[in-house]
């Protein structure tokens, strides 16, 4: 019998991470957790809440009051993340969202708070994860180690493509702008910051199919799990 494994998947924003993880974890019959979601849905919270990110105490007072849940959606076969009890997952991927997520997941106590529940889901292996300090902060100790990157061009076209069918009038340099400014602070952040881990295995899918980014992965897992 196969043994279970903590699968991490970290890497630059509009890189697939969060695709490759959904694949993998449908593969092997595993959880996925979106951990960006989870900072993404934190940042919704503030948004709507006013939250001044300056005022310490005023977020730890906040956090106080959010709720993370995800949900499998039977009819997407997907998990969904609720805020409080309210299915966010198609309101977190706004722009607005994307300009101030950066932002809010370098606040330690963000992180601190988003991290503390990341590793209480992998207490029982049998999990795909994927962000940006997964194999560095949330599972050091990860059987398999992915880190996901590919040319800052063909990102552009990813996520403008992405974007534009939920938003006509977004426009190129909007989302480079957005690309560019969410890889500074989260390669430059203070708290848990981008960065690959020394036992990651890198993955550049600039020019790879989604079939063939899976099949390397995939073929990674299996020699971790024992499988033949």
């Known amino acids: 019998m196969a043994k279970k494994i903590i699968i991490t998947i970290d890497g630059w924003s509009s890189c697939g991470k969060s695709t490759l993880a959904k694949q993998l974890a449908k593969e092997l019959g595993y959880v996925y957790v979106d951990s960006g979601a989870m900072y993404r849905a934190i940042t919704l919270y503030f948004l709507r809440n006013n939250i001044d990110l300056a005022e310490k105490k ?70 795909v994860m994927d962000g940006r300090d997964i194999g560095t902060v949330v599972f050091p100790k990860a059987e398999l180690k ?27 340099d909007e989302v480079k702008n957005n690309l560019e400014m ?25 020019s790879l199919t989604e079939k063939e980014q899976f099949n390397k992965a995939f073929s990674w897992a299996k020699e971790r799990m024992k499988i033949k």
């Open 146 to 172: 992915i880190f996901m990157t590919a040319d800052n061009a063909v990102r552009v076209q990813r996520r403008f493509k992405e974007l534009y069918d939920k938003n006509p009038n977004i426009t190129i």
């Open 58 to 127: 005023e977020v730890k007072e906040a956090l106080k009051s959010v709720s993370l849940e995800f949900v499998f959606n039977p009819k997407r076969n997907n998990s969904e993340i609720y805020l409080n009890g309210e299915n966010v997952e198609y309101l977190i991927r706004d722009l607005v969202i994307a300009e101030k997520v950066s932002d809010v997941a370098a606040i330690k106590e963000v992180r601190e708070f988003a991290v503390a529940q990341q590793k209480k889901m992998g207490d029982k292996k049998g999990i």
């Open 182 to 206: 969410r890889d500074y602070i989260d390669s430059n952040r203070e708290i848990s910051p981008l960065r690959k881990a020394k036992d990651a295995i890198e993955l550049d899918n600039t």
